[in-house]
């Protein structure tokens, strides 16, 4: 699955921002372009991991892989 980042040069800062448009609030930052996507990488993955749930007998809960 490919999934689209903005990466932003801050001159100012001298540092790279990017973020997720498809994932609110996922955003990340490093001082080159390789650091900010390495961290990018991670931010998307906590992102999507699950969290708990609490079942009972009455629920399924199943995984869809992407």
Do not use: H, Q, W
């Not at 801050?10 to 790279?16: G, L, M």
């Not at 372009?33 to 961290?39: D, F, L, P, S, V």
């Amino acid at each position: 699955m490919n999934i689209r980042v903005v990466v932003e040069f801050d001159p100012k800062v001298k540092s790279y921002s990017v973020y997720c448009p498809e994932l609110p609030g996922c955003v990340s930052c490093g001082d080159t372009e390789k650091e900010a996507m390495k961290n990018i990488r991670e931010a998307i993955d906590l992102y999507l991991e699950p969290a708990p749930l609490k079942s009972s007998s009455k629920r399924k809960i199943k995984e869809l892989a992407l």
